[in-house]
């Protein structure tokens, strides 16, 4: 029978290891957006996370494990800050072009994390947290595209073919300035964040119905 003490001290127990993995997770994010996938090692998010060698191994079976992890709550973060753009109409704009505009905006401001998921430069199996993240978030896609025909905002087309071509259009905005900067070429020649909805828009017209 579990006295008050041992409930209180499995109770604490618990708490630091939810806090030591958020920890590991929060470590990892930041050497990714650093420096890429090659830069998160677990020694080094260890260290990061100002824990022991083998603390990491504890709560995620290896370093794939713990980038699926990241890439999973990153995914999530894209479909919230699409739908809390979509949601928020300061602008006269639709609610596709908010959603579309924080899809890229986010991709810009994470290139690491949106190469990790979508560059296909790390190759990894993708952990069932981030498989159901995928899950998720293509469902989330699929009803903005259904909900923008149904506005008029989007060509009527079937949407198992319009939804991967809004999402060809966002990818290669999205993976724009990471190519210039991956090329290291002139800086001047790829987008500024101030271009990005002149450039948007562009490319939204193309699948507005005539």
Not at 27 to 39: E, K, N, R, V, Y
Request: aromatic share 8%.
């Amino acid at each position: 029978m579990l006295t008050a003490s041992t409930s209180s001290y499995s109770a604490e127990v618990k708490e630091q290891t939810g806090d030591t993995r958020r920890a590991l997770i929060s470590a990892a994010s930041d050497l990714l957006a650093q420096g890429g996938p090659a830069h998160v090692t677990m020694r080094a998010v260890g260290a990061a996370a100002n824990v022991s060698r083998t603390a990491p191994y504890r709560h995620f079976r290896d370093k794939d494990d713990l980038l699926s992890t990241v890439a999973a709550e990153n995914l999530a973060f894209v479909k919230a800050e699409m739908q809390r753009a979509a949601a928020n109409p300061t602008t006269a704009s639709t609610p596709l072009f908010r959603a579309c505009l924080a899809y890229v905006r986010v991709a810009w401001e994470y290139p690491n994390h949106y190469r990790l998921e979508f560059g296909g430069d790390y190759a990894f199996k993708p952990s069932q947290a981030l498989e159901e993240a995928a899950t998720d978030f293509n469902g989330y896609f699929n009803e903005l595209v259904v909900e923008s025909q149904r506005s008029n905002t989007l060509i009527a087309d079937d949407v198992r073919d319009v939804g991967p071509l809004l999402w060809v259009l966002l990818h290669g905005l999205a993976m724009s300035n990471h190519l210039v900067a991956h090329r290291a070429c002139d800086t001047e020649t790829g987008y500024e964040t101030g271009d990005l909805s002149r450039v948007l828009g562009l490319a939204l017209r193309n699948l507005a119905p005539y």
